[in-house]
């Protein structure tokens, strides 16, 4: 899968794609459907299956711009694993937007002409059935349809996809991340929750405190799940690896608000040395949320804390038939 990052639109041949846009942000069970919808015309057509999407956020923008920080959505998925599950969902090219005050301001008919015909050659346009787009969200469906039928392009709309009679959106994904409902956004998602990255150092207080942990950064100061979860690690072994993880901003030892997956294996791959994690890239599958964080008086209760949630996380592998080796 090709990847282009640009201000501007913009794509390495001249031969026309299928293009779906959005933000795609956990890429969940209707953003696959949609992307088979896609992938499939593409190459009915004999096209290149492209997906724009956007950085940040565009409601990351405005709240930004509104002073209101609080205004922006609660984050899925880092860019990476967005570009990963598109990629595992068969797609060819992503054009990486990002969004600023131009494109914010675009008028849809400047939009269709400039983006989607003249830097994106878009030949066939496929779009959700609640899409706006252009300056103060003016254009929709029927806009672009009509523009299709005048300038020589296909547009189609898919309509949303239910499970179990409830629509599928990333923000029924963020409400069951925020209730730490983790098998309900599995649902969703068609897979565990996840989050993949570089192990990186920290300040090795965990094995001071007896409890090793992998750490990886979690870019937004606001993800859709935090706090204390149970896990599968995978990229340390030809097997997923047990652990309890920290996802959050460690209140009990730090204050600089920075959002951290901490991750201590409940058992460490045999032959595997222990230093061995840092560099890594790691999946971390989110499977089973134990309880929000808490802000400890002090590290003796931070460490009765973390060996309570081990126990806990080994109590309920047991309970899933997975007994980890202690």
């Given at each position: ?136 969200r003016a254009g929709d469906y029927a806009l672009l349809d009509a523009a299709g039928g005048q300038l020589g392009f ?44 570089h192990v990186v150092h920290g300040q090795k207080l965990g094995r001071d405190l007896g409890f090793r942990t992998l ?105 899933a038939g997975a007994t980890p080796a202690r």
């Amino acid at each position: 899968m090709k990847v282009f990052r640009a201000q501007r639109a913009t794509r390495s041949a001249d031969a026309g794609c299928a293009l779906t846009i959005g933000n795609f942000d956990g890429v969940h069970r209707g953003h696959q459907a949609m992307l088979a919808l896609l992938v499939s015309e593409a190459r009915h057509r004999g096209l290149r299956s492209c997906v724009m999407t956007f950085e940040p956020h565009p409601r990351d923008w405005f709240a930004q711009q509104a002073g209101q920080p609080a205004l922006a959505p609660l984050r899925i998925a880092t860019l990476r694993d967005k570009l990963q599950e598109l990629e595992r969902c068969g797609v060819d090219e992503v054009v990486l937007m990002r969004f600023d005050k131009r494109l914010a301001s675009l008028a849809p008919e400047a939009f269709i002409e400039q983006v989607l015909l003249h830097d994106l050659k878009a030949r066939y346009v496929l779009v959700g059935d609640d899409f706006r787009f252009g300056a103060k969200r003016a254009g929709d469906y029927a806009l672009l349809d009509a523009a299709g039928g005048q300038l020589g392009f296909d547009v189609a709309r898919m309509m949303s996809y239910e499970v179990h009679g409830l629509r599928v959106s990333s923000s029924a994904v963020r409400e069951a991340l925020g209730q730490g409902d983790m098998a309900g956004a599995a649902r969703l998602l068609g897979r565990p929750y996840s989050i993949s990255g570089h192990v990186v150092h920290g300040q090795k207080l965990g094995r001071d405190l007896g409890f090793r942990t992998l750490n990886l950064r979690f870019p937004s100061h606001r993800p859709a799940a935090m706090g204390i979860f149970v896990v599968q690690v995978h990229g340390l072994a030809a097997h997923a690896v047990p652990g309890v993880a920290s996802l959050g901003v460690r209140p009990t030892v730090d204050e600089s608000g920075r959002v951290l997956l901490e991750v201590h294996c409940l058992q460490w791959p045999a032959g595997l040395a222990l230093e061995a994690g840092y560099a890594r890239i790691l999946r971390v599958d989110l499977l089973h949320k134990l309880h929000d964080e808490r802000r400890y008086d002090g590290l003796d209760a931070l460490r009765a804390g973390i060996a309570q949630d081990v126990q806990d996380a080994h109590a309920w592998f047991a309970a899933a038939g997975a007994t980890p080796a202690r």
